[in-house]
């Protein structure tokens, strides 16, 4: 075999070399990104197991409360709306609360009187 083609073949064979590590190094730093993102899952998930056995919910579950698009005026409609709604579920409660103590006696019932004197 001539020299020159030999060289040309160790030049080839060190730049597949050099591509494979480039490779691997590639592939050790895909498996470690993935190894961390799923042990961070695994933390995450047995957090939430742990808070739902203490009987809270875990925090990512909670949605974010949406702000409603409104226009000051269409706001102050829905607010008196709203200030009706309560007025009158108040005078209804207050309704069924004085009808109800029109059919009951009045105060508690007298105690009975002890030969003990207690």
Known sequence: MKIKSLKKKIKR???RLQEDQ???AKLKQRLQ???SAKAMKAARKSAAR??????QKPAAAKKAKRKLNLSPERRAQLAAAMKARWAAKRAAEAKTASSDNQHSPPGPPPLPNRPDGG
């Open 22 to 24: 480039q490779r691997l």
């Open 13 to 15: 064979l060190e730049k």
């Open 50 to 55: 742990a808070a739902r056995r203490g009987g």
């Open 33 to 35: 990104t993935t190894e």
